[in-house]
């Protein structure tokens, strides 16, 4: 046993003091650095930059203009080829009667008259006929800021709320896109699929499981 206890421990022993020194120095060098440095930084973050104070010049809003939240979007939408808006024909232009013979009633109300097919279901709490459709020029959509765009363009419409959806649109994950990978492309407008005055798809009720060929006579 005592042969086992080997002379390593007696110089470890005696070199102990010596290591420790070794060990120690170099850290409290390294406090005492930091400590000195430290007034230091703490003066070049309160100190404020001066040179970065001066005044952007930015160009003067334009007066009479609205301000469209698609703003520096406009060279990307203008990219997008889209089929037809599906309106029906009885119904085009809006403008065959909704001219100075009908102006505009702005009153919430349920259409009796006319357009009596279309029965609000897409956020109706909220929402009316006027929030997407222009009340002085029919033939046109406006988006929430007033900026009106046309029904090949009502994408940007949906695109206000839905901005997963279009986002996804745009790269051809939702929707149909079609076309070259590197080149033209097509896109079906949200409105090919999506009625924009109920746009929830019914639930499909399920088929029946295909008969086994065996059950088959
Ligand atoms: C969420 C926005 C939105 C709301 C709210 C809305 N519409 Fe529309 N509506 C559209 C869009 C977009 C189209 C164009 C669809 C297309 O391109 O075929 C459209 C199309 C129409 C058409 C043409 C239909 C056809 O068959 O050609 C009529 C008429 C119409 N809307 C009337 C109304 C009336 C009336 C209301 C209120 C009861 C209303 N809309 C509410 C977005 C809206
Ligand atoms: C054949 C005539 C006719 C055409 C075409 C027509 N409308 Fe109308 N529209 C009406 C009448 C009439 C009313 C009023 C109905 C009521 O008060 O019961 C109305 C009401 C509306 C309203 C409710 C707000 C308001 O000003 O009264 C909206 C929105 C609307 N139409 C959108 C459209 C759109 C969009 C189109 C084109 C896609 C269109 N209409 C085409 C006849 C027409
Ligand atoms: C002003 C905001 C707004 C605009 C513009 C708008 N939506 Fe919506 N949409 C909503 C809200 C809020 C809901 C959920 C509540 C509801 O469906 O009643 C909804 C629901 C939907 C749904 C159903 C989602 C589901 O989970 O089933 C679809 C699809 C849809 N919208 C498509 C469209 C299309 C297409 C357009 C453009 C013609 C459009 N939306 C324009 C706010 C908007
Ligand atoms: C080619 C047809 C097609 C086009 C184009 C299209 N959608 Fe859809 N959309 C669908 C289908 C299918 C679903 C899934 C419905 C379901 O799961 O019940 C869907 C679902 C949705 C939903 C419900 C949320 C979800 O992801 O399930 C929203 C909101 C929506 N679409 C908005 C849009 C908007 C905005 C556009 C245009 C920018 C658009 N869609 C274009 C077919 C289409």
Known sequence: MAAVESPHKNTLSRI???????????????LVGSCQSAPAGK????????????PVNLPPPQAGLPPDPMHGQKEETKGYAV??????????PCSDCHNDS?????????????HTNIHLHHDEANRWCLDCHDAENRDALHLASGVTITFDESYRLCGQCHGTQYRDWKSGIHGKRTGMWNGEKQY??????????????????????????????
Not at 43 to 54: G, L, R
Not at 83 to 92: G, M
Not at 102 to 110: F, Y
């Open 188 to 217: 079906l407008l949200c409105v090919h699929c999506h009625n924009p005055h109920s746009p929830h798809f019914k639930p499909l009720k399920p088929e029946a499981p295909p008969v086994r060929p065996s059950l088959i006579r």
């Open 16 to 30: 102990e003091p010596l290591l420790r020194a070794m060990l120690i120095a170099p850290l409290a060098a390294a």
């Open 102 to 114: 009908q102006p505009p009633n702005r009153t919430r109300r349920e259409l009796k008259e006319d």
């Open 43 to 54: 003066a070049a973050i309160d100190t404020p930059d001066q040179t970065h104070t001066e």
């Open 83 to 92: 089929p037809k808006p599906p309106l029906s024909k009885e119904y085009w």
